[in-house]
């Protein structure tokens, strides 16, 4: 009977082992993410030669709408981007001109940086999306953190052949991602530091993602504030609106 048992147990560790790796994923995603939200952020585009600082404010309701309103510099002020599920539109005030951004340009970067088009529109769903399993332990932040390996269901249509997220076990806070491409090449990584407390939620509220192929190249995300309990509904993610909001 002991014997039955034991074998019982070991066929059923893998599966709940992956459903624990897909709730900490879950959380994870949950924390930083809310329903509806309105976000004060700077992100910073760094180049061996320059660098430039664009302050921006986000509202978004979860996970079909965004809109993106840049507040400085000058010359970007008024730019603003919206997602509307699998769409992206910019409005650029200098030239009074909406542009669709096609399927074409997807992958190009915004705004200079090492976010593309399609990051904005995240179709995939790092939860639903991919399988789970816990590759291992680390420590990130002086944090004991789940090391969790990512991998895409066959009809998922994502862009990456692999992700890996480091999760704190206390608190469940992603502080790090790495990309990898079809091949298993290591293309870019997410890193969060400087833990914050925004609207009772703890999270890494620097982040940086810097290209593994381009050395001296990165793009630096600073939260500045976080409201979860912003009272948004789709009417507000308008191409009208791009135009009116300030």
Not at 9 to 31: G, H
Not at 97 to 116: A, C, Y
Not at 205 to 227: A, C, F, Q
Request: charged letters at 25%; hydrophobic letters at 40%; aromatic letters at 10%.
């Amino acid at each position: 009977m002991i014997r039955k048992t034991l074998a019982v147990a070991l066929l059923a560790a893998p599966t709940l082992f992956a459903q624990n790796a897909k709730e900490i994923v879950r959380k994870a995603n949950d924390l930083m993410r809310g329903t509806s939200t309105f976000s004060l952020l700077t992100m910073t585009i760094v180049k061996p030669e320059w660098s430039r600082s664009v302050s921006m404010k986000v509202w978004a309701v979860e996970p079909d709408y965004s809109l993106v309103y840049v507040t400085d510099p000058a010359r970007d002020r008024g730019t603003v981007t919206l997602k509307r599920k699998s769409e992206v539109w910019n409005w650029l005030p200098t030239v009074q001109r909406m542009i669709k951004i096609p399927p074409s340009m997807m992958l190009q970067s915004w705004m200079g940086s090492d976010f593309t088009n399609d990051d904005l529109v995240r179709q995939s769903s790092i939860v639903e999306d991919y399988t789970h399993s816990i590759a291992g332990e680390d420590t990130i932040e002086h944090l004991k953190c789940w090391k969790i390996a990512l991998i895409p269901r066959p009809e998922a249509g994502v862009v990456w052949g692999k992700l890996i997220m480091w999760i704190s076990q206390k608190g469940t806070i992603t502080l790090k991602t790495d990309y990898y491409d079809e091949d298993g090449t290591l293309v870019k990584t997410f890193t969060g530091s400087a833990l914050r407390t925004f609207d009772g939620r703890t999270f890494a509220s620097h982040w940086e993602m810097v290209p593994v192929t381009d050395p001296g190249k990165m793009t630096i995300l600073d939260y500045r504030d976080v409201n979860f309990r912003a009272k948004l509904d789709e009417s507000f993610f308008s191409e009208q609106n791009m135009k009116n909001i300030r």
